[in-house]
């Protein structure tokens, strides 16, 4: 199976800041990665595809770059609605797995 | 409106078995192959796995962690999608989310708002 393991598992942040997550494959997946946003008590929200193509509706503060075994998600400039938990999952190979998580709080 | 709409949670013992139900609609549902993903409380997203649509004869993948006790079914007649639980496990206790792979990425573009499944004596 594929792991993915994100860093760091907990950030604190501020309105404005510039806020980067790293996703690591425990072997190359290509492009195969998407970010995903998780509020409390919500589905997620499919943010990123395909390593670094934004989804449709989601704000251009949001980018991602990456391939292979190493993939960042950057936000440009912290909103207080960016505040929530992210995710990166690989579809190369089955399972499909789930890195473990970044929990992004206001500082 | 595309939607997704889980159904069928609850409390159930260990060793017992439980059906989820996640209701589709606002789109071809027959063209897509269907996920579940579950969350456990506190604890970050675990897929659970996945049917293909007809054209791929229905094949299932799954986690390690569920092989051998869940099994997924689908009724197009109904746009419809299952996830049978057997032998539950006090560790399979989460919310359940049916969510739909897009067609020609198989990234996952819509979800339900989950059902709650606990395991417990």
């Known amino acids: 199976d594929i792991q993915l393991t994100q860093s760091p598992s907990f950030l604190s942040a501020s309105v404005g800041d510039r806020v980067t997550i790293t996703c690591r494959a425990s072997?190359?997946?290509?492009?195969?990665l998407a970010w995903y946003q998780q509020k409390p008590g919500k589905a997620p929200k499919l943010l990123i595809y395909?390593?670094?193509t934004l989804q449709s509706g989601v704000p251009s503060r949001f980018s991602g770059s990456g391939s292979g075994t190493e993939f960042t998600l950057t936000i440009s400039r912290l909103q207080p609605e960016d505040f929530a938990t992210y995710y990166c999952?690989?579809?190369?190979?089955?399972?499909?797995?789930f890195g473990g998580g970044t929990k992004v709080e206001i500082k | 409106e595309v939607q997704l709409v889980e159904s069928g949670g609850g409390l159930v013992q260990p060793g017992g078995s439980l059906r989820l139900s996640c209701a589709a609609s606002g789109f071809t549902f027959s063209d897509h192959y269907m996920d579940w993903v579950r969350q456990a409380p506190g604890k970050g997203l675990e897929w659970v796995g996945r049917i293909r649509n007809k054209a791929n004869s229905y094949t299932t993948e799954f986690a390690a962690s569920v092989k051998g006790r869940f099994t997924i079914s689908r009724d197009d007649s109904k746009n419809s999608l299952y996830l049978q639980m057997n032998s539950l496990k006090t560790e399979d206790s989460a919310v359940y989310y049916c969510?739909?792979?897009?067609?020609?990425?198989?990234?996952?573009?819509?979800w339900g708002k989950g059902t709650t499944v606990t395991v417990s004596s």
């Open positions: 395909a390593a670094s």
């Open positions: 072997q190359g997946i290509s492009s195969y």
């Open positions: 999952q690989q579809r190369n190979s089955y399972p499909v797995t």
């Open positions: 969510a739909r792979p897009r067609s020609y990425d198989y990234y996952m573009d819509v």
